[in-house]
């Protein structure tokens, strides 16, 4: 079962105390989609500039991913600029150009209208609703969020909450949004929104899920080297809905499981500069990463 | 089997955004000792001065806590106050006194001279290694340490590590020590100075043991409400002891189930202020937690 994610497609340049690199892939639509589709289809829709390499787009035509609803548009596209300190937890945006992605208004192919799974990216909370609305009768929607948003749109974000089965969001804007520092009562606040699922990311820490009585937690997968966090949440994101798509119903094992999967896709992610990791990996590497992490948690 | 820990027991004073404690009972070696007894008989070797409340002393003497080596000195008890902020995951020393602590020189009680288990909580590494020359032979040697420590006597501390079995260490001393910001890379560093088992405390994000070969990961237990944090630490390494002092030999799952008991029992200490938690918790409160932690853990 194919998965739409609208959101973003950028440029980055990345600084991190291993090296540089400059004008990589980037964006959340990206990283999620190259995650997801090592599980089913996905459909991407997004908007770059025309300055937008070639071989980026040969690098996602190469996977189960449909770039129809990629626009390109006058202007160029969309750069993000950021440096990592020694820890790797804490970033720095040191530029930031939105151009082609300022004036984004996505349009979902009419193809894509029957669309049963929906990962709304971190966007403006207002485009993610009228994404929604374009979408007939999704069967499981997910959906990301950013600080940014969380500030400035809180109340059409909470509106956004309503139609959501599945909440992916940090652990700093959880307590933003929630308005809580507690993580717990951030889990059962958000529930209280309208998402079924709650999962509430925390990098290095791993993730937590929370549903209506139940609670799970996951251990990020500990590397000797990281070379770049970029992109992580987003890979995880994919990785959890990949692994959905590929079940039946939204069972609580098959919940956990999913995140298990985009637990070991994220720690392949950060391995590497960009989304580079990301397209070597092979069903054997994932097969190891996956049975290290369940002994990880054995007890 | 008993176990002889040597540490502070001192007067806390802890502000939180939930209230105000004053003098109340603390130190290393009390809730090591608190949380150990639950399991085993606990030989407490501290110092405390001629002020020290003698409803304290009651307390301890309540469970199968040994107070021959409780040292009463001319002088006031050791002080500790401090402050939580909002999240409960940074904290502010506001006054430290050490009193009688200060010329702490422990001195093992013979009859303890053949103890078989040995928990050296955060004192001075050279006194530790000061108990560790008035113990014969024990089976299993565990210590932590502190920030303060590492820096100002990192030799004697090394020097330490290496007749030590199981070292807790929260994750920031951990990087200083090891020098290293990974956590993973640091659990090697450390076990290459001595020890069989490192373990890594994260606080809120629960812990790490590192064994060579082998990794496991414990979540914290999400809590709606953290009422204080202080000896969280020092409870989780009470219960890792206490459990394996029940057992024939420190094997791989032994560890890990001492993990989920040390975290259970830390996850109790922060329900309320300083050790009131600790002196009312029931066999049953600790099975129904251990299973939500397992729950919690399950995949």
Redesign the interface.
């Known amino acids: 079962m194919a998965i739409l994610v609208v959101g973003s497609v950028a440029l980055d340049t990345i600084k991190t105390p291993f090296g540089t690199a400059r004008n990589a892939l980037g964006g959340s639509a990206t990283y999620f989609s190259l995650a997801a589709s090592l599980s089913v289809p996905v459909n991407l829709v997004a908007v770059v500039g025309r300055d937008f390499p070639r071989r980026h787009v040969e690098l996602l035509r190469r996977r189960p991913i449909d770039l129809t609803g990629l626009e390109v548009a006058r202007g160029r596209t969309f750069r993000w600029s950021g440096e990592y300190h020694?820890?790797?937890n804490t970033r720095t945006t040191r530029a930031l150009a939105l151009n082609v992605f300022a004036a984004f208004r996505p349009k979902i192919p009419g193809i894509y209208a029957d669309s049963p799974i929906v990962f709304l990216a971190n966007i403006d909370p207002a485009l993610q609703l009228a994404v929604l609305r374009q979408i007939r009768r999704p069967r499981l929607v997910a959906c990301d969020t950013m600080d940014h948003w969380i500030r400035r749109k809180r109340s059409t974000l909470i509106r956004l909450l309503r139609r959501v089965d599945v909440l992916t969001i940090n652990d700093e804007e959880a307590?933003l949004l929630a308005q809580t520092?507690?993580?717990?009562?951030a889990?059962?606040e958000l529930l209280r929104r309208g998402p079924s699922a709650v999962i509430i990311k925390?990098g290095?820490?791993?993730s937590?899920l929370f549903r209506r009585g139940e609670?799970?937690?996951?251990?990020a997968y500990?590397?000797?080297?990281?070379v770049d966090p970029t992109g992580a949440g987003d890979t995880f994101a994919g990785g959890v809905l990949g692994y959905l798509a590929r079940q039946r119903r939204l069972t609580a094992?098959a919940l956990?499981?999913a995140?298990?999967y985009g637990t070991a896709l994220a720690s392949f992610c950060v391995e590497q500069f960009g989304v580079a990791r990301l397209t070597t990996l092979t069903r054997r590497d994932m097969r190891r990463r996956l049975q290290a992490i369940?002994?990880?948690?054995?007890?």
Not at 181 to 185: D, Q
Not at 215 to 219: D, H
């Open positions: 020694l820890d790797m307590r520092p507690h993580l717990r009562r889990g059962r925390k290095e820490h791993g937590l609670m799970f937690a996951v251990p500990p590397l000797e080297d990281v094992p956990r499981r995140m298990l369940q002994s990880l948690m054995r007890c």
